[in-house]
């Protein structure tokens, strides 16, 4: 199982990159917020691997509080570019 544990971390090390690129480079407000969004999802998957590979079951009330946050962060972010008409 430990390969099989660091082939996940090394494609969520390059999807992390890749959204943080994203985050640096995007042309336009929505683009950013996606790509945090996004970047969000990495680290859950990361504790969501790394609890996996301890069998660790404390790790899931930090998934869960970290899904909600992000979740509640996304869509008031998103909220306030509706408003304000970024685009």
Do not use: Q
């Not at 996996?52 to 306030?80: E, H, K, N, Q």
């Amino acid at each position: 199982m430990t390969v099989v544990v660091w082939i996940c971390l090394v494609g969520l090390t390059i999807a992390a990159g890749l959204c943080l690129v994203r985050l640096v480079r995007g042309p336009s407000v929505p683009d950013r917020i996606v790509a945090l969004d996004a970047l969000l999802l990495v680290v859950v998957a990361g504790i969501a691997v790394g609890a996996a590979a301890t069998g660790d079951g404390d790790f899931l009330a930090v998934l869960v509080a970290v899904s909600l946050l992000g979740f509640v962060g996304t869509v008031t972010v998103a909220r306030f570019v509706e408003r304000r008409g970024a685009a």
